[in-house]
């Protein structure tokens, strides 16, 4: 009785293995091919600001600001810019709508609106 007990017991934990196995791979496969919905900059992520300085020479936009969409609090900083030919555009006093770049945590703008 002993000799048949062995190996049917090894053979239900390889069955039960095998099946956990299996779901895991199915799970991983899964989680591999799901890809992000893809970012894109809507009215409603932008925030309103306040130019305050243009850098041409550093490349950056100072913006005076409330909370962003984004979660950022109410301040005033300077903001790389995706395409240095705004810096031409922008001048100290225009009232813009901006968005920010989620990669670099919200220090490049990608894109602005004058507010008339």
Known sequence: MKIFLAPTVMALGLAFSASAMAQM???MHTAQTTKPAAASVD???MGDGLVKKVDKTKGTVTLQ???L???MPP???AYKVKDTAWLEQLQAGQKIRFATD???GGM???RYELVK
């Open 69 to 71: 969409p984004n979660g």
């Open 25 to 27: 791979d199915h799970n």
């Open 65 to 67: 600001h409330g909370a």
């Open 102 to 104: 989620p990669k670099d």
């Open 75 to 77: 301040m005033t900083m």
């Open 43 to 45: 009215a409603s992520a």
């Open 108 to 110: 490049t703008v990608l």
